[in-house]
């Protein structure tokens, strides 16, 4: 008998043995030599087996129970509130290149840092080993992974927002043909990692693994997650599929009988998962879509995930109607990083007043309460985060658990700025559509570690995961709209919209501009050709304010909203012109666009003499 498996007890080796996988065994056992911990559990896809990584978070204090049936909270360390992008590298061989914006380091160097810091880290601790696939079960979208995790919260949390994948890993055969992560949260101290200076999260595309340390947050412990996000992009890029940081949504319009599928790419809270929970629609998913050319040339997608790790700030009654209801009623979840006081958790913007004290992300808290920079603790952190299956939904889609996937027929690409971009509009074909894409820019939110309200360029929101070549990803999705018959039509969005400090529209606006774009989809509404591309009609949006919310929707507020903003529009393209003259071999086709959009703008200014237009002007 070998080292670890004195470590297993006879039903984690029969797990084991039943997978007849030799690459299994084998990473399991140089992890367990590596990071020697006091027990090694395997865990199958039984309701045994989730029930065990759920109680152990409760008993070592990784997870609290809350009042609510079936409710826990867990805290991540006061510095472990976001991905860290500093400490987050993607291990590449000597001259090898990403994107200017992506951290790597040298892999052999990588490797060796990583695994010294790894030695003996789960010492005293029960490691625990778990099996997922990444997209539906049985399906030739998905991707097997395999989860090395001292973190039961870690399990946990895979549990609910993954699929199980032991029967998956049976089908591989014993091929070496999946992911895997290693994970340990490190030393823990009140249920929270201590070793923060330590955090290391090295992707190594090599050997289609990841190793993350020192670390909870669930977008720089889960593996399956952001870490997984890293690795299949490189897959995709190298077998004509995308892999993209997108929602799936079924769109289903008022009195007709059809539903349209969408996919959306929004930078972390900039309205993502509130566009994918518009009441009347249905969630494939919120976060994470594998996207393939069909056979009838058309795109489907699959949600690599089953669940939501959703931002909780600003989720009530009123906006997020949905989510509100499914966050305050019985059934299996995980709070993070919330206020809680006597089991009840309190969050920012939750319509409803806060406790002045409880306990929170920094300890037990009371209001006034300032950390060691003197700064003043917010009750709950402005990432904190909710983890619900999406089956526990009712706006679950009938297609979640589709093998073929769900045709895609519009991408959306949001974006957050307050004095640039209109609050929709569509590309003027597919190639317009990839540059619109690659150019989003959004002021930065709290769910990365860094400055907040920087604008940033993100394109597809997909930049802190590009482990190939900004080049090769735009090449790569402008070649996969040529492709098909039908390629989505594209789409941006902007709810973000300010005029002397004030939104200048309601949140729940997002309906509308959604109804729009599925009737374009279908052909129904009539658009207005500008520079930017084409953007709705203000008669179509007054009937639809009319239909959806019974409100006059006044052609003054079209006016303000809908105006081609000439000036930031020309800056805007000078930014990311600066950006993109910075990469290598940026296809043509892509300034292409650039350089009409610059020049259709120009010739409006020059007509014109405005700097702001009317979108009236171009009717
Ligand atoms: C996001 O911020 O885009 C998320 C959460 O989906 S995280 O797991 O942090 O990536
Ligand atoms: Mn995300």
Redesign the pocket.
């Known amino acids: 008998m070998d080292a670890d498996s004195r470590l297993m007890d006879a039903k984690s080796r029969a797990r084991l043995e039943e997978l007849k996988n030799p690459h299994v065994n084998k990473i399991i056992e140089h992890y367990t030599r590596l990071c020697r911990p006091a027990k090694v559990t395997i865990l199958d896809d039984s309701k045994n087996s989730i029930d065990y990584a759920r109680a152990l978070a409760l008993k070592n204090g990784e997870e609290k129970q809350l009042k609510t049936k079936g409710h826990t909270i867990h805290f991540d360390s006061y510095h472990d509130q ?2 860290d992008l500093v400490n987050t590298r993607v291990l590449l061989p000597k001259g090898l290149k990403l994107s200017k914006a992506v951290e790597v380091k040298e892999r052999n160097e990588g490797l060796k840092e990583v695994f010294g810091l790894m030695e003996g880290i789960m010492e005293g601790k029960e490691m625990l080993v778990k099996f997922y696939c990444l997209g539906p079960e049985n399906s030739k979208f998905s991707i097997a992974a395999l989860q090395l995790t001292d973190s039961a919260y870690v399990v946990h949390s895979e549990d609910i927002l993954y699929r199980q994948g032991h029967q998956e890993f049976k089908r591989l055969n014993g091929s070496k043909n999946f992911f895997h992560f290693v994970h340990s949260a490190g030393r823990i101290e009140n249920g929270v990692c201590i070793d923060i200076d330590k955090r290391r999260v090295y992707i190594d595309l090599e050997e289609e693994r990841v190793m993350t340390i020192n670390n909870q ?3 720089n412990s ?1 593996g399956l ?2 870490l997984a996000l890293r690795l299949a992009i490189s897959k995709a890029h190298g077998e004509d599929w995308l892999c993209e ?1 997108m929602f799936i949504m079924g769109v289903h319009p008022k009195g007709k009988d059809r539903v349209t599928y969408f996919t959306g790419a929004f930078p ?2 900039c309205g993502k998962t509130s566009t994918a929970m518009i009441p009347g629609q249905t969630i494939v998913g919120d ?1 994470i879509a594998y996207i393939r050319p069909a056979e009838d040339g058309i795109a489907k997608a699959v949600n690599v995930e089953q669940g939501i ?1 959703g931002i909780i700030e600003d989720v009530n009654p009123i906006d997020d109607a949905l989510i509100y209801k499914s966050l305050t009623t019985p059934r299996e979840m995980i709070f993070s990083n919330v206020l809680t006081d006597g089991g009840i958790p309190y969050w920012l913007g939750m319509g409803k007043e806060l406790p002045k004290k409880g306990i929170n992300y920094s300890g037990e808290w009371h209001l006034g309460k300032k950390d060691g920079k003197d700064k003043e603790i917010l009750p709950a952190h402005k990432n904190a ?1 909710y983890t619900i299956r999406i089956s526990e939904l009712e706006n679950a889609d009938e297609n979640t658990e589709n093998p073929e996937g769900v045709p895609v027929r519009g991408f959306i690409y949001g974006g957050r700025d307050s004095d640039t971009s209109v609050p929709v509009l569509q590309s003027l074909s597919w190639a317009h559509g990839v540059f619109i894409g690659a150019a989003i820019e959004s002021e930065t939110t709290a ?2 570690i860094g400055a907040v309200g920087v604008r940033k360029h993100n394109p597809m929101s997909n930049i802190e995961f590009l482990t190939v070549p900004l080049s090769v990803y735009i090449e790569n999705h402008i070649r996969f709209g040529d492709d098909l018959d039908k390629p989505p039509l594209i789409f941006a969005t902007n709810y973000f919209l300010k005029e002397n400090g004030k939104f200048l529209n309601e949140k729940v606006d997002k309906k509308v501009w959604l109804m729009w774009m599925e009737g374009r989809v279908h052909g129904e509404f009539d658009a207005v050709e500008t520079p930017i591309g084409f953007i709705p009609g203000y008669e179509d949006l007054k009937k639809l304010f009319r239909e959806i919310f019974s409100k006059d929707y006044k052609k003054e507020d079209y006016v303000r909203q809908f105006s081609i903003k000439i000036k930031n529009l020309m800056e805007k393209l000078d930014r990311i012109e600066a950006i993109f003259r910075q990469e290598e071999n940026i296809p043509d086709m892509f300034y292409h666009h650039l350089v009409q959009q610059r020049e259709r703008l120009k010739e409006a200014l020059e007509k014109h003499g405005k700097e702001v237009m009317s979108p009236l002007e171009f009717g």
């Open positions: 976001g991905r947050y669930a977008g889960v997650k952001k940081h972390s809270a976060d790790f985060r769910a990365a």
